[in-house]
T-cell receptor, first 113, second 111 residues
Framework: DTEVTQTPKHLVMGMTNKKSLKCEQHMGHRAMYWYKQKAKKPPELMFVYSYEKLSINESVPSRFSPECPNSSLLNLHLHALQPEDSALYLC????????????FGPGTRLTVT | EDQVTQSPEALRLQEGESSSLNCSYT??????LFWYRQDPGKGPEFLFT???AGEEKEKERLKATLTKKESFLHITAPKPEDSATYLCAVQAPSNTGKLIFGQGTTLQVKP
C-alpha cells in the first residue's frame, strides 16, 4: 500500500482564522514533506521532516507552522494567511531522505478569503 | 546550477499516436530521477525511478529511459485516459530529500 491521506480535501478560511491540515501515512516511511502548488506550476517544497525532526524549512513565512506528532502523522498549522497563500497543499512521504521516491497525498485545496 | 527542463510544454496526440516526452537535467551527481503523473486538482502519482544511464522501466503504455543528460518518457499507443501533466524531478545533490522539478508536460490525447 502506497497511500498518503490528507484532510480536509477543501478548506476555505478567512485571514484571521486558525486552521490545520493533516497528513497520515502507514508505510513506515521516516521522511515526510509539505509542498505548495500553484496552478500550472510544479510542487514547491516547504518543509521536510526526517525521523520526526524538522530538517528543512525553505524560508517559509511563520504563518505556516509544521508539526510531526509521530512517525505517521504530519500537520500544518495555518494562521493569519494571505489571499496569495491560496493553493493546493500536498503532503508526501518517502522511505528516507536519500534517493527514494516520494509518494504524494491527494492534497488540500486551500482558499483564503 | 542544478536544474530540470521538460519539453514540450504541451502535447496533443490522437489516440494511438505514439510519442515521447523529454526531461533534460543538469545536476552534480545524479541520485535519482523520478517521473510522476498528475491529474488536475490531484496529487502527483509516482510512476518510475531511474538511477543510472542505460536504465529503462516500463508500465503498461509507458516506458522511461535515462541517459547521462536526459530522460525520455515514451508513450505507446496512448489512450484518452493517459491525458495528464507529466512531471520529471531529480534528487538534489544535498540528498536531503529535496526534489528539483521540471515545469511539466501537459499531454492531451484525443479519441
Amino acid at each position: 500500500d502506497t497511500e498518503v491521506t490528507q484532510t480536509p480535501k477543501h478548506l476555505v478560511m478567512g485571514m484571521t482564522n486558525k486552521k490545520s491540515l493533516k497528513c497520515e501515512q502507514h508505510m513506515g516511511h521516516r521522511a515526510m514533506y509539505w509542498y505548495k502548488q500553484k496552478a500550472k506550476k510544479p510542487p514547491e517544497l516547504m518543509f521536510v521532516y526526517s525521523y520526526e525532526k524538522l530538517s528543512i524549512n525553505e524560508s517559509v513565512p511563520s504563518r505556516f507552522s509544521p508539526e510531526c506528532p509521530n512517525s505517521s502523522l504530519l500537520n500544518l498549522h495555518l494562521h493569519a494567511l494571505q489571499p496569495e497563500d491560496s493553493a493546493l497543499y500536498l503532503c508526501a512521504s518517502s522511505q528516507d531522505t536519500g534517493s527514494y521516491e516520494q509518494y504524494f497525498g491527494p492534497g488540500t485545496r486551500l482558499t483564503v478569503t | 546550477e542544478d536544474q530540470v527542463t521538460q519539453s514540450p510544454e504541451a502535447l496533443r496526440l490522437q489516440e494511438g499516436e505514439s510519442s515521447s516526452l523529454n526531461c533534460s537535467y543538469t545536476v552534480s551527481g545524479l541520485r535519482g530521477l523520478f517521473w510522476y503523473r498528475q491529474d488536475p486538482g490531484k496529487g502527483p502519482e509516482f510512476l518510475f525511478t531511474l538511477y543510472s544511464a542505460g536504465e529503462e522501466k516500463e508500465k503498461e503504455r509507458l516506458k522511461a529511459t535515462l541517459t547521462k543528460k536526459e530522460s525520455f518518457l515514451h508513450i505507446t499507443a496512448p489512450k484518452p485516459e493517459d491525458s495528464a501533466t507529466y512531471l520529471c524531478a531529480v534528487q538534489a545533490p544535498s540528498n536531503t530529500g529535496k526534489l528539483i522539478f521540471g515545469q511539466g508536460t501537459t499531454l492531451q490525447v484525443k479519441p
